[in-house]
């Protein structure tokens, strides 16, 4: 375990040295990081050019770290101000669950959870240590061999026997019994079991004894991805690469762009969404195609948090009931919205802005969509447009649309998962959850963004009964028609929580304030 720590701390020696502007991380996390690596604060102080002198010496710490106070933790905490259902027996134990399953105790309970599972005697020795059940895993000098993929194809995809016996490994002292027990969750997108199991010990140095045909210098990041066509869906990576991030957070290059991605897969990656990516690396994303039959040793490798992990982040997150707003959501927002250079507009009027997502696709259109637009056009403390976000509208575009956005309306749908982009001052209207309640609920609560949906059915009118697959009946594969009325009343709900926020009227003042000197 000490040369384990070693080893770390000869990579931390080396970091340190590294210029604060290769940090990719908003200003607002500035000090957290400074928190964190005391060395870069100093060199901040150092240097007559630093911007950041005044957030040195803020007492802050994101609320993960041993010695992290709550006063001092992330500034966006939960809330629970509703019941708990009986989940839990206390108010306190409530907002504990809650910090624990979906905000930044959550990386906390990783970075507990980390255990060695090959362990090096020498500096130059290879190393892995994972989370429970291998959700999360970093090495050290490790060795990959992937002369298995000869002759398998351009298909590979969700396959959990990419490696065989072996085919991982490095040399260290190797924990093999407490590497099976924590094999459990054997699924291609739930853990790195299906991988690590294979994990064996070398009789030689896998990158100074030359078993290398390839040696990767930068920090990689290996990716089992969800479907990528799914805005939603895809979102489960971006999000727990994020907090994987923070999982691997021991040297500040952590937060740096210069890294290597690698999809665990022959596929050539593409996806509406692939500029997500640029929030995390500058280099060409890579998939296994690119060393197939060769053997390849990683310096420095992550195995980030996937995407559909049992009791996970996203996708599978079981949410206490009566809570809301994840800091760690939060921070994610922001981290995106900073890395793709994403950011609110001034505004010349206190309009609330509101952003109908349209659907053209054959399920859960709004018949009435145009009468309903014409609708909210008339009140003039609206300013209202209609949006399609396709492959023709560019994704960071979208995004920049969304953050501007006070009240974001859609039907049930991937597209949705915008909301995760708004203003923290916005509300969210899915028009109709289509018997799937929960999904945008939960993922706005996470956000902690106000949400509504329609409630009266007798004021909505489904066009048949829906074609699920199989022939099967289900609300989501049809399409539907709103009583205006009451469409514009569940509007102005969302419209006056917006107008009501200090933030939103802060917003708004500073805009108008910067217009006028902007005049003179």
Not at 166 to 190: P, T
Not at 414 to 427: Q, R, V
Request: glycine residues 6%.
């Amino acid at each position: 375990m000490l040369i384990l720590a070693l080893c770390f701390l000869t990579y931390l020696s080396d970091t340190f040295s590294m210029n604060l502007n290769e940090i990719n991380i908003p200003p607002e996390h500035i000090p957290y990081i400074f928190s964190s690596f005391r060395n870069l604060a100093e060199s901040c102080v150092a240097n007559a050019a630093c911007p950041f002198k005044g957030l040195v010496d803020k007492k802050v710490c994101w609320g993960y770290e041993g010695n992290c106070n709550k006063s001092n933790s992330y500034h966006v905490r939960p809330r629970c101000p509703g019941d708990h259902r009986g989940w839990v027996k206390t108010k306190e134990a409530q907002y504990d669950t809650f910090y624990t399953q979906a905000d930044f105790g959550y990386i906390k309970e990783q970075t507990q959870e980390l255990m060695v599972m090959c362990e090096a005697s020498y500096p130059s020795d290879s190393s892995l240590e994972c989370s429970k059940y291998l959700r999360f895993c970093r090495g050290r000098n490790l060795m990959l061999n992937f002369t298995g993929l000869i002759g398998r194809g351009d298909n590979l995809r969700y396959k959990m026997d990419i490696l065989g016996p072996g085919q991982i490994g490095g040399h260290c002292h190797l924990f093999s019994d407490r590497l099976k027990k924590e094999s459990e969750h054997m699924s291609a997108l739930q853990s790195w079991a299906p991988e690590m199991i294979n994990f064996d010990k070398t009789l030689e140095r896998p990158i100074t004894d030359g078993m290398c045909d390839v040696t990767i210098n930068k920090p990689t990041y290996i990716m089992k991805l969800d479907a990528t066509v799914n805005m939603y869906h895809h979102f489960c990576d971006f999000f727990n690469l994020y907090a994987s991030l923070h999982v691997n957070s021991t040297h500040p290059s952590t937060f740096s762009r210069d890294n290597h991605i690698l999809i665990w897969e022959t596929f050539t990656y593409e996806s509406a969404f692939k500029d997500a990516f640029k929030a995390f690396t500058h280099n060409t994303i890579l998939d296994l195609k690119k060393f197939r039959g060769k053997v390849v040793c990683f310096k420095n490798v992550v195995f980030p948090l996937l995407p559909r992990m049992i009791f996970g982040l996203y996708y599978n997150t079981p949410l206490i009931y009566g809570c809301e707003r994840s800091g760690l959501f939060h921070a994610f927002s922001k981290h995106m919205l900073h890395s793709l250079n994403v950011k609110l507009q001034l505004r010349s009027n206190d309009k609330v802005r509101i952003t109908l997502l349209s659907r053209e696709t054959a399920y859960r259109t709004i018949l009435n969509e145009q009468a309903i637009v014409e609708a909210m056009l008339k009140n003039k403390g609206y300013h209202v447009q209609r949006v399609v976000y396709d492959r023709t509208v560019p994704f960071i575009d979208q995004l920049k649309i969304t953050h501007n956005t006070d009240v974001f309306i859609g039907m049930h749908g991937a597209g949705l998962t915008h909301l995760l982009f708004l203003p923290d001052w916005a509300a969210v209207f899915e028009v109709y959850h289509c018997e799937d309640p929960n999904c945008y609920s939960d993922l706005a609560r996470l956000r902690g963004l106000k949400y509504v949906t329609w409630e009266d059915k007798s004021k909505l009118k489904q066009q048949d009964q829906g074609h699920g697959p199989g022939g099967v009946s289900h609300s989501k594969f049809t399409n539907y028609s709103f009583e205006v009325e009451e469409f514009l009343r569940l509007v102005e709900i969302c419209a006056a929580h917006v107008r009501n926020r200090q933030d939103f009227k802060n917003f708004i003042a500073a805009s108008t304030m910067k217009k006028s000197h902007e005049e003179l």
